[in-house]
């Protein structure tokens, strides 16, 4: 079965740094591997996905992802961080069902922005 | 108005009772999905449908049943809640053309209290 893992369920940045929110993955195939946010009550929007070809995934918002197969990494980052930024992150990489794939969720990483 | 709805939005019982949670999309989409999201632990897939005749238990499927009354709607049901049910609850949605490329698009989450 495929897994994510997260590194660091809480993540503080100032305004202006960069955002690097760390995500390991396991996978036995060719994984597709997504970012997802969660601002403050509401459900998820994705922000970016990797399937094939080019390793580095812009996304929404400033946000750009590098698949690295041999570090098995597929970390996100930010180069200067809003404070609208703030808000929880998830990593997530599809399973193969039944009939097709779903997606497995890492735990979280939740990124808060001081001024 | 949203692509993907539910109801309630919020909802506290008691233990024992009876309870579902409904969802409807108005994306055309066949698939649909339900996960539930705790504090720490991320989100986690209940069941998931990929048509109408279709259903799967996902990781967490103990203690829920579920109903794909049409390819829009995908309820939720717990037939006796218990307190370690308490959770935010979300349904989600993608399309099966793309396979495991899809975006799953989110409802805006069902916050459950179990008395």
């Known amino acids: 079965a495929q897994s994510v893992t997260q590194l660091g369920s809480h993540v503080s940045v100032s305004e202006g740094a960069l955002v690097l929110l760390r995500c390991n993955y396991s996978?036995?195939?060719?994984?597709?591997l997504f970012w997802y946010v969660q601002y403050p009550n509401q459900g998820l929007q994705l922000l970016l996905k990797y399937t094939t070809g080019a390793t580095l995934v812009k996304g929404i918002n400033g946000f750009e992802a590098e698949f690295k197969k041999s570090e098995t990494s597929f970390h996100l980052t930010k180069p200067s961080a809003h404070m609208s930024d703030a808000a929880e992150y998830f990593c997530?990489?599809?399973?193969?069902?039944?009939?097709?794939?779903?997606?497995?969720f890492g735990k979280g990483t939740s990124l808060l922005v001081t001024p | 108005d949203a692509d993907v709805t539910q109801t309630p939005r919020n909802r506290i019982t008691k233990t024992g009772k009876r309870i579902m949670l409904e969802c409807s999309q108005t994306k055309g989409h066949d698939r649909m999905y339900w996960y539930r999201q705790d504090p720490g632990l991320g989100l986690r897939l209940i069941y998931y449908?990929?048509?109408?005749?279709?259903?799967n238990k996902g990781e967490i499927s103990d203690g829920y049943s579920v109903s794909r009354q049409a390819q829009a709607k995908f309820s939720l049901s717990l037939e006796s809640a218990i307190p370690n049910q308490t959770a935010l609850y979300f349904c989600?949605?993608?399309?099966?053309?793309?396979?495991?490329?899809?975006?799953?698009?989110f409802g805006p989450g069902t916050r459950l209290t179990v008395l």
């Open positions: 996978s036995s195939v060719p994984p597709y």
């Open positions: 449908s990929f048509d109408v005749k279709d259903i």
């Open positions: 989600a949605t993608s399309d099966i053309l793309a396979g495991g490329l899809d975006e799953q698009f």
């Open positions: 997530a990489v599809t399973e193969k069902g039944n009939s097709g794939y779903a997606l497995n």
